[in-house]
T-cell receptor, first 116, second 114 residues
Framework: NAGVTQTPKFQVLKTGQSMTLQCAQD?????MYWYRQDPGMGLRLIYY???????DKGEVPNGYNVSRLNKREFSLRLESAAPSQTSVYFC???????????????FGPGTRLLVL | AQSVSQHNHHVILSEAASLELGCNYS??????LFWYVQYPGQHLQLLLK??????LVKGIKGFEAEFIKSKFSFNLRKPSVQWSDTAEYFC????????????FGKGTRLHILP
């Protein structure tokens, strides 16, 4: 049981390049999330997926797209990277709305992205 | 839109001091509340959570938090901190009745002096 895994761990991009950050969970969770973490800004929600087949914008969705490929996987794509997207990206998952008191977000180890 | 405010951005304490980190949220409906901790170089881990019932919630490592509905607050406390508590602490809120969006505060960096 690996929990939430993310690839890659580190990435350097040039402005304008594209890339996809991968996230997978093996806990059969319904909901998955992408956050970015920046100094002094905390975690800001980029996109989330309440269930397979649905995605919704979070606080800072501009410049990103997501795909909920199946129940396990939720990818984040930068079509044309910009220096402002330099950040640490975290994926997370939970059981979702039906979890009640069992709900806890489980986080992946993060992806450090540098855009030059 | 719901939001979370953490009043202290950076707190420095000596070992054995008492700790209280403030957290206020803006949403007036039914919410779930969380405190997460991020130790240096690690990812976020759940400290404690509130869903219903007793507003005083006890978590791991001696932490507790009190939900005060009238004040929209969920402050984190620990009577006596240790050097190993040095970390960044995040408060988070989820609107239970709407969707699965979970919003985090900006975090509080806690530095414990040995």
């Amino acid at each position: 049981n690996a929990g939430v895994t993310q690839t890659p761990k580190f990435q350097v991009l040039k402005t304008g390049q594209s890339m996809t950050l991968q996230c997978a969970q093996d806990m059969n969770h319904n909901s998955m999330y992408w956050y970015r973490q920046d100094p002094g800004m905390g975690l800001r929600l980029i996109y989330y997926s309440a269930s397979e087949g649905t995605t919704d914008k979070g606080e800072v969705p501009n410049g990103y797209n997501v795909s909920r490929l199946n129940k396990r996987e939720f990818s984040l794509r930068l079509e044309s990277a910009a220096p402002s997207q330099t950040s640490v990206y975290f994926c997370a998952s939970t059981w979702g709305l039906l979890a009640g008191s069992q709900e806890t977000q489980y986080f992946g180890p993060g992806t450090r992205l540098l855009v030059l | 839109a719901q939001s979370v405010s953490q009043h202290n951005h950076h707190v420095i304490l000596s070992e054995a001091a008492s700790l209280e980190l403030g957290c206020n949220y803006s949403y007036g409906g039914t919410v779930n509340l969380f405190w997460y901790v991020q130790y240096p170089g690690q990812h976020l881990q759940l400290l404690l959570k509130y869903f219903s019932g007793d507003p005083l919630v006890k978590g791991i490592k001696g932490f507790e938090a009190e939900f005060i509905k009238s004040k929209f607050s969920f402050n984190l406390r620990k009577p006596s901190v240790q050097w190993s508590d040095t970390a960044e602490y995040f408060c988070a809120v989820k609107d239970r009745n709407r969707d699965d969006k979970i919003i985090f505060g900006k975090g509080t960096r806690l530095h414990i002096l040995p």
